[in-house]
């Protein structure tokens, strides 16, 4: 082991830097980097992930070196800070924070103020002049070690912190009703009470040694690693176990020492809107963690913001003077000083950043930087803006949204014009429109999901615990908090829609229902939130179809000019064509034609169809469908006029169109004129023990040719019919569920034979295409042969991830979740291409199909078709174009973009 | 068009050979072949395969060059045969055969006699001196020419041949039985008549000049390739359409010219034992047409036979002399001459020959010879003998074997300690045992299969037309015709147990009844036929095992010094597993272990584990479960000793272990003491929508891990408890449906986890191995992943041939039989592996397992592990061995050895 663990930062210089991430974590990594840069940085020690490795490597021990470089480091921070760590007259206190590669926010463990006992806390005081400071700091110094390292924090939220307990006692005691309306003897005796019950719960005396203190936090903080929150969080993003934490040990300062001093979080830019202007929040004389929790509501950083906030208030400038006075005005030179530095800051990063400071008698120190978290609309909007001032290009641009998260931008928002009832008004943490039923506990919110509810979690504040609960939510609301809160944090992070701190909530747990204005809301009572506005709604608000314009726009026209996949959508109807040509589809992939045999008037006469004994009654009542298939193919080309449009003949089970319950059965025999036994014995005949692996797609139209007869004519009929409007349709005629050439060498001669039956009858030619989908393990294997007769492939993969893993997608919930448990799949294949299995046969697909064909015309329509990492294997595996639902057509093109500037890194 | 069209043969000498068949068809390569072997063979010439390709691929016209090629062979026949086409006075006549590559008896048309009109009559009469003998030619080529050239023959058997009827009305009015007591002026009287009716069902008279009736006999034979009867057999037989047929024309011989004429066919040994003894039959003044269609009952060739044959009826020696007298008798030097060109011809092809002659006026002529149809039981016994007589050598015997003949040596035969009520005898034309429903027409053995009965298809003869029934019938029956009757070569062939010529039966076919000494037997009453003696019995007679010795154990000896892959069987029962050993299994490719739920008393605790609520309810019931499986295991390994028994955990979805009916779950209800609701709400609970893709395989012991330890635990037990009773033991403890690395891992854990227990506990170590099915398609594409963590593979190519189709057994019934008619699919792919698409896979997941584990054991359990085809594969891949079902093992061993010799030819 000659590897260096630990990495110093402070005094202008720094061991580490940004590029350092996996090896110091972020946190880490930024602190060296802004120690580099000249930017005040407390000084301190990062004890690098390896070790965390190491540590659960070998049985919870650390390498033998560790223990020198911690000394060195820690002399060297008490060389740049004039402090010593452990001395009585003039104490280096320490902070010990967790810090991994990517960002888990209250996910770990962090111990601060360590260093104190009964004879430097003497020395603190000496330091700061305030007796009660030092009191103050040690006995968060206990209470937070006591908690953190020794164990004594309450499994559950059910479950008091013996701490709290203790200081509830002492301001009943003194009658007051703040913690800090106690006095410097009051915080003193709770530091003895505070020993005496650790003694108690532990069987052991509060640790006085700081080296030992030391080793006991950076203990807990690795162990923390493996905490069931941080297992979880990890699971949900995806964060490898195996990555680690590393630690960071910095020299405290302090923004409690008095009204001097003070502690703050900012965004370089608006992380809701992404407009280009600081944006901050402060709480003069307290620790940084008081902001974050969100127990005092902050205060604005610039005086442009604080203004605002006293207009919506309708507060007077006085008013806004003695209550929201902002940093600029507060301290000046202290927020011009924090100026230079987020903009050097920004800069340098070439992004948003997320930045902490404290303030400790007029001196600034920065505590962290990076990058910020954002809604998507401000992502986009930042990185738009970001390239048009010259800081990225536009590719990177490009490159900075992830495509997931414009799925937010283009769901439905409010209708403007909708009656809305708003009974309160938050603050507008995380954008977009959620409606839902109210309940007020995370584990209420994951039960009541679980059984198809749409719900709100509201919460008086949210916290680490509430991470599943929050995750299934369509929107969260809290009566506390700003808009940096865990709350609003982690709900931008979700892209789950949050209005936080909305103090007209008055939340009773106990008896399950809030007071608001009058209103009594119980759970289980509709109520509608924005997030963009911070509104709260009763009951469930009507949504309108999002606007795309704009950054979103101008990102879109930059991914286009990058991407060489087109995207396509998978539309039935005219109007699901129409949406997705003005969210830029470039044609349809996928029209399911059996959703049109559903509808009233049809389904008799499929059912007549279904029920007739030979071929001449099936023909009777092809014909009846006949019309309405061919205006449906009208509509639908037409709609997709200019554009190729993939229609799919005929591929559901015959049964799926014959009723299953006695009631509609009787129903059905009634109106046909047939007996009920009649009908209940085609039921029976067209049963089947695996509907998925039977008698549907093109085994129906080759047992039943007249079925894809009927088809193909209504779709070169309509195709003639628009032909003679002068209007340029491109049909490409799908047929399912092809395993063997033969097969598609069937149908396509039926089509082709079709086709110029009828286009000689309107005297057009039409130009149509006949191809397959690629769905079936078989059609993989043997698609050179296959592409003998056909035009284009299409994937189906759906159907191929069911067939190549063997799973129905109706019944395979039940050992997915097991099998999501315990690891056993790394993603839902279903949500996720499988490119280890599947994959293979999509290549194979791929390369045996232009093998023969190499013009053959390859795209996917499956639901990976709308899947960023699935796109990207799309573009890698050479298709022409991906295919998925309208809403999910600019995530495609943006990920196709992505797909070709990853590819030339 | 430069090939050469038309090869010439006869008079010593030959333009063509064997070799020649594709191009000359069996037939008439064998005559060429005879000739050049200076074998006595009317002179002639074959027109090739070649011109029927370009007859069909040019709209049924012939090349320009064959006009005068034929006209050139005519002239060759004409100067060695000593007569002239069309000649008045000694005028050659000619026949006009088929001959494909392959033998399709009776498939198509024949035209004989040609030549033939009111002048060329005289002629023959002239030469022959025969009245009667010319005009019963020229009426019998009328009448042929009339039927097959000109279409006179009726389509189904319910019409009547037009010319038959004339002939009946013809004999009524002279008031006799049999044709050959018509006169010569009968027979003129006749030809007159024939015309006369061609003229009026077809408006033109009948074709005089002989080169037009060569002509149209050559257009009819050609055209009888595409009949639908040729169509029927090539599909049923696997032969190719565009292969195309050759055509014979020869010299007509007579047979029927007078007493010092004869016909006959024989085989060169018995063609139902193999006996190595000249076997054959042959009439007196007849044409080999007759003795074919077993009309008039022939006359054994040997002196031996015959005496036989008058034992068995009980004639006395005059009898004998008077009724059966042979050919030996008959005619000693002509007898002679045949033995001497029978042996040779057997020695040249080394092979049993079927051959066939014509004596005309004492001269012997052959006209056939060709590979002699055999029973299953003789192919063994002439292929071990001529290894033996040093014919051929061993590996070629081991060839000649077809491995699915096997299949009827395998099943049982009669028990011949039943009680058998013999109500006949007829001649055993196919061997082995069959029960089944009388019924009397081809059509309804087909029907009557189709619902699941199993028939004896009656008729008084059968012919080309009966072909689908006899397909499908257990058994055939006829009242007429001899050992080369249609029904007894056809039998033969598809190995369906014959007895033919069976006096005593007088059939009804209006009726639907047949009267046998007295018993009268209607439609759908249960009969017995053995084929090996000829004996008809009433009702269902029990059948016993067959045993396996001399000449096939020979062969079996032979087939093993080859054959490089193992063969297992799949066994669930130690009663089984001893079959299978007798039959040369070397251990057990699969055993399922869930058959050993359904007991009785096992159910119960299978059920309780069903229903429990929890892991302690199912680890309760799975305890009640351990003992049962311990003793399965116990004497499956035991009574495979010194063998490896591959053992596969849980399988089916567990809802097949509870009732659907709600009688029973009513009944299960009670047994446990729950209520009917309890049982219904766990039924719906556990439904699938598609069983075959739900939660089942690795998924119940992934789920439920607690099976998969109990299962452990009872395997590794048994082998322990057997180890210490000094017994090897080899258990594979197979994982199904593994479509994951992760799937496998998980469960090999715990079987290790709990060998290692176990085998502490019995203080003995195992052999044990784990490993997988592979299934999935996803597991061939990952099996060098999966390799890693398995230490064998079995293709379960049921499952993996459905994922890859995406098939249901179940339920594709439906489209296959469609699929079969329409030819989508050359072979149903359950039936025999397709190559094509799931053998990539097969290949892919060897080669991909041995990437990464060159030692890794694969086998075959799927059903195809009995099928030669699929064995032949299995031996090309590479794998270890195939298993397959007990009475399937000689058929793989004898597959598995001929694999080895196809690949070193």
Redesign the interface.
């Given at each position: 082991m000659t590897a260096k663990l630990v990495y110093f930062f402070g005094g202008g210089k720094a061991e580490g830097g940004s590029e350092m991430r996996n090896l110091l974590g972020g946190k880490g990594a930024d602190l060296a980097e802004m120690s580099n840069l000249g930017i005040p940085v407390p000084a301190g020690f990062s004890i690098s992930t390896e070790v965390c490795k190491i540590y659960f490597d070998h049985d919870r021990h650390y390498p033998q070196e560790l223990d020198q470089e911690v000394r060195n480091a820690v002399s060297q921070v008490e060389e740049i800070m004039g402090a010593k760590f452990g001395d009585v007259s003039n104490p280096l206190l320490l902070s010990v924070r967790s810090g991994a590669r990517v960002s888990m926010p209250g996910m770990m463990d962090t111990v601060l103020n360590l260093g104190l006992n009964e004879e430097t806390v003497q020395g603190l005081i000496e330091q700061s002049g305030n007796e009660r400071f030092g009191w103050d700091s040690y006995r968060r110094f206990v209470q937070m070690y006591g908690d953190v390292v020794l164990g004594l924090r309450p499994e559950s939220k059910e479950e008091e912190d013996p701490f709290e307990v203790i200081i509830e006692e002492a301001k009943e005691a003194r009658g007051v009703k703040l913690d800090t309306e106690l006095t410097a003897e009051d915080l003193k005796d709770l530091v003895v009470r505070f020993k005496q019950t650790i003694k108690d719960k532990k069987g052991m005396d509060f640790p006085t040694d700081p080296w030992a203190q030391l080793w006991g936090a950076i203990d807990a903080v690795f162990g923390s690693w493996m905490n069931q929150r941080a297992v979880t969080y990890r699971r949900l993003h995806g964060i490898p176990g195996d990555w680690g934490t590393a630690i960071n040990v910095q020299a405290m300062v302090f923004g409690n020492m008095g009204d001097d001093c003070a502690t703050g979080v900012a965004f370089t830019r608006d992380p809701a809107t992404g407009e280009n202007e600081f944006f901050g929040e402060f709480l003069i004389n307290a620790q940084g963690e008081d902001v974050v929790a969100g127990i005092r509501t902050p205060l604005e950083i610039t005086r442009k913001r604080s203004m605002e906030l006293a207009k919506q208030r309708g507060s007077s400038e006085e008013e806004r003077r003695d209550n929201y006075l902002s940093l600029e005005e507060h301290m000046p030179e202290i927020y011009e000083e924090l100026e230079g530095i987020y903009k050097k800051l920004e800069h340098h990063y070439r992004d948003m950043q997320d930045i902490e400071f404290t303030i400790q008698r007029k001196k600034l120190w920065m505590l962290q930087t990076r990058r910020g978290k954002r809604t998507a609309e401000a992502a986009v909007r930042i990185a738009v803006a970001m390239a048009e001032e010259g800081l990225i290009d536009k590719n990177e641009a490009v490159m900075r949204i992830m495509p997931e998260e414009l799925d937010r931008l283009l769901h439905p928002q409010f209708d403007p014009k909708a009656e809305k009832n708003v009974i309160a008004k938050g603050l507008p943490a995380s954008p977009g429109g959620a409606s839902g039923r109210v309940v007020f506990h995370a584990e209420d919110a994951e039960e009541w999901v679980e059984r198809g509810e749409k719900v709100i979690l509201v919460r008086i504040e949210t916290s680490p615990e509430d991470i599943g609960g929050m995750h299934v939510a369509e929107g969260i609301l809290t009566s506390r908090g700003g808009m940096t809160s865990h709350a609003a944090v982690v709900a931008r992070g979700m892209g789950t829609c949050c209005v936080a701190g909305c103090g007209a909530l008055n939340i009773n747990y106990s008896s399950k229902e809030m007071h608001i204005d009058g209103y009594v809301l119980k759970e289980g009572d509709h109520i509608s939130l924005n997030g963009s506005t911070g509104e709260v709604m009763t009951g469930q608000v009507p949504t309108v179809e999002p606007e795309l314009t704009g950054n979103f726009g101008r990102l879109m026209e930059w991914a286009d000019e990058v991407r060489k996949l087109g995207v396509r959508t998978n539309a039935d109807t005219p109007k699901d064509a129409e949406v997705a040509r003005q969210f830029g589809a470039e044609g349809i992939g996928l029209t399911r034609t059996e959703h049109m045999f559903f509808e009233a008037d049809r389904i008799k006469a499929m059912r007549e169809m279904i029920l007739a004994s030979d071929e001449a009654g099936r023909r009777g009542a092809l014909e009846k469908l006949f019309p309405y298939q061919k205006d449906d193919f009208y509509g639908i080309l037409k709609a997709m006029r200019d554009l190729p449009v993939t229609i799919r003949t005929l591929d559901p089970p015959l049964h799926e169109f014959l009723p299953h319950e006695e009631s509609q059965q009787q129903e059905m025999a009634d109106e046909m004129g047939i007996s009920l036994e009649d009908v209940k014995q085609k039921v029976v005949q067209l049963h089947?023990?695996?509907?998925?692996?039977?008698?549907r797609g093109c085994?129906l139209g080759?047992?039943y040719p007249e079925i894809t007869e009927m088809q193909a004519r209504a779709i070169i009929a309509a195709a003639c019919e628009l032909t003679k409007e002068g209007i340029n349709v491109y049909p490409e005629i799908m047929v399912p569920?092809i395993?063997?050439r033969?097969?598609l060498a069937?149908q396509r001669e039926i089509v082709d034979r079709v086709a110029e039956k009828v286009q000689e009858e309107y005297g057009v030619r039409v130009n149509y295409m006949v191809g397959t989908m690629i769905?079936?393990?078989?059609a993989s294997?043997?698609a050179d042969k296959i592409a003998e007769v056909a035009d284009f492939f299409s994937f189906g993969t759906n159907?191929l991830t069911?067939?190549?893993?063997?799973?129905?997608r109706?019944?395979?919930g039940?050992?997915l979740a097991?099998?999501d448990e315990?690891?056993?799949?790394p993603e839902d294949p279903f949500q996720v291409l499988?490119q280890?299995?599947?994959g293979?046969?999509v290549l194979m697909g791929v390369e045996k199909g232009r093998s023969t064909r190499p013009d053959l015309k390859i795209g996917i329509c499956g639901e990976h078709g709308g899947e960023p990492k699935s796109v990207e294997f799309c573009h890698r595996v050479g298709m022409n174009y991906v295919s998925c639902s309208p809403y999910r057509v600019p995530i495609a093109r943006l990920a196709a973009a992505q797909a070709v500037l990853r590819r030339s890194q």
């Open positions: 089947e023990f695996n509907p998925m692996l039977g008698h085994r080759i047992v569920l395993g063997t033969e097969e069937h769905e079936i393990p078989r294997l043997i159907d069911q067939l190549t893993y063997g799973y129905s109706d019944d395979a039940k050992f097991a099998y315990m690891k056993i799949l499988d280890e299995g599947v293979q046969l």
